[in-house]
């Protein structure tokens, strides 16, 4: 009985603390003494994916009797705010940023969410919605994320051959974009272990521990190892790239053929050989299981693996394999082709 009491008091005094935290979060949000214009989100993280169209939800509790709604953006690459567009309820204004991809969507009188049509990679980060009423600005932050697959990404030359300007062309080249910190974060709860530095878009090098182990940074405790921020022009490693969903699908060709005997073999399927991120897109979003090797447009062989099986190469956990950069006339590899459609 007495435990049973220690027990419902501990309950309520737990609720007491949610509460109290939960009232803290609205303060912090309303910077006003006066009315509270803006209902508070009920997620603050909106996960979307690439291609898809998403709302930032942003809902007006009343109507002052003269407002203005701004969203802008803050992304992860870039430390400016930057104006999507403002409207007064008749009007609006929008900016560079999203030109094209971003309306409001006025469901109703009360509604200043914010549309986006057609998520890119770039889209990601936090959005704030404000309501400018003179003296009683309001505002609201969101932050959108895509649902996607983070891979690591070395030069056909070799390991840690990448500036940083360069991991990010070949993230782009790969049909990716280079990773954020907590993507690669995210990554590394889901499995990722990868004992090579790589550049993140936030100019650091970081590599994600899973099994500790002397060449990967010691025995320290399972984690993200982080060498800070790097010289971008100077210092070489390799790329973490991101990746979300992709238009059309991954097909694979059998071989045995060349490189160039590959490209004609896609070509004839009116498709193209796929890119490092398409195959990793159709392993993670549509299960592509394949025990053969297969060229990628880069000129490297590789094959996913959804269900890891001992013949095919062994290893216990899902993952794209990978045979390197082989020599471009080696006839021992089908293709993997990516179709638009
Ligand atoms: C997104 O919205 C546009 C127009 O608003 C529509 O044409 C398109 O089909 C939508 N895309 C998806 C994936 O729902
Ligand atoms: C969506 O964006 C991609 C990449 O920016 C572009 O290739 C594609 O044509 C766009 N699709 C639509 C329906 O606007």
């Known amino acids: ?58 809902i007006l509790r009343s109507r002052p009797r003269s407002y203005k709604v701004k969203w802008s953006k803050m992304s992860p690459a870039d430390p400016l705010e930057k104006l999507i567009i403002i409207s007064n309820g008749q009007q ?27 998520v890119t990679l770039e889209d990601e980060g936090r959005y704030r919605c404000e309501l400018v009423n003179g003296l009683e600005d309001q505002q609201l932050t969101l932050e959108l994320q895509l649902e996607g697959v983070v891979f690591p990404y070395q030069s056909s030359g070799g390991r840690y051959k990448f500036n940083y300007v360069e991991a990010r062309r070949a993230c782009d080249e790969q049909d990716g974009r280079l990773a954020t910190s907590s ?31 002397e060449p990967c940074g010691g025995i320290l405790p399972p984690g993200i190892r982080s060498y800070g921020p790097k010289d971008k022009m100077k210092d070489r490693f390799d790329a973490f790239c991101f990746t979300s969903a992709i238009k059309g699908r991954v097909l694979f060709i059998h ?53 890891p099986r001992s013949r095919c190469g062994g290893l216990p956990d899902p993952g794209v394999r990978s045979f390197g950069f082989p020599n471009r006339d080696q006839r021992l590899y089908g293709v993997y082709c990516h179709t638009p459609m």
């Open 1 to 58: 009985m007495g435990s049973l009491r220690f027990l419902l008091l501990l309950c309520i005094s737990l609720g007491h603390v949610e509460s109290t935290v939960y009232r803290d979060s609205n303060r912090n949000q309303d910077h006003s003494p006066g009315a509270n214009y803006l209902l508070d989100p009920i997620h603050s993280v909106i996960i979307s994916k690439r291609g898809a169209n998403v709302t930032l939800p942003c």
């Open 92 to 118: 609006h204004k929008n900016y560079a940023e999203l030109r094209g991809r971003a309306r409001l969507r006025r469901g109703h009188r009360l509604d200043a969410s914010l549309v986006i049509t057609n």
């Open 183 to 213: 993507q690669l974060y995210q990554a590394w709860t889901d499995g990722l272990d990868w004992c090579n530095a790589g550049w993140l878009l936030d100019g650091t090098v970081q590599y994600p521990i899973i099994v500790p182990r």
């Open 255 to 307: 071989g045995p053929l060349t490189y160039k005997e590959a490209a004609e073999a896609c070509l004839a399927h009116k498709a193209e050989m796929a890119k490092v991120g398409h195959l990793y897109a159709a392993w993670r979003f549509s299960g592509l299981d394949h025990c053969d090797g297969g060229w990628l447009l880069d000129g490297s062989v590789r094959f996913p693996i959804t269900e």
